[in-house]
């Protein structure tokens, strides 16, 4: 098996898309820039720090369920995608950026028991942005 080594990797046609080709003639073209997580982060939220995370600065905990996680490296604007998960205990798994919402710098997520006014502390809660760093 042969190891590649590189502290940069630059496309021919488009410097953000690299052609990877994987088996027998599998070809696919990728934005390397667009298809990467800029920010990623796993959390208890019952306890006050960060399971794992990327590009990360701190976790705040704003009150049962409500969680903000602010950004190491802001965003270039505010309309990234951001998937969540959030789940352990029975009853949890509504989800919502609560009304802290979606900014440059931070994300705010709030678990709830399935009601919309009603915040729990979820035991698996995770996030995720993809997008523009600024």
């Not at 352990?88 to 709830?112: E, P, S, Y």
Request: glycine letters at 16%; one cysteine or more.
């Amino acid at each position: 098996m042969s190891t590649l080594r590189t502290n940069a990797l630059e496309g021919m046609d488009a410097k953000n898309s690299i052609t990877i080709v994987a088996g027998a003639g599998n070809i696919t073209t990728t934005n390397v820039q667009e298809g990467i997580a800029k920010v990623w982060a796993s959390f208890d939220g019952s306890s006050s720090g960060f399971l794992d995370s990327f590009n990360c600065a701190s976790l705040t905990d704003h009150g049962t369920g409500d969680h903000e996680v602010n950004y190491s490296n802001s965003m270039n604007n505010d309309d990234y995608a951001h998937p969540f998960h959030f789940g352990g205990t029975a009853g949890q798994g509504m989800l919502r950026t609560g009304g802290r919402g979606v900014n440059t710098g931070k994300i705010g997520v709030v678990g709830t028991n399935g009601a919309q006014d009603s915040g729990q502390d979820v035991t698996a809660s995770g996030v995720a942005v993809f997008g523009d760093l600024a």
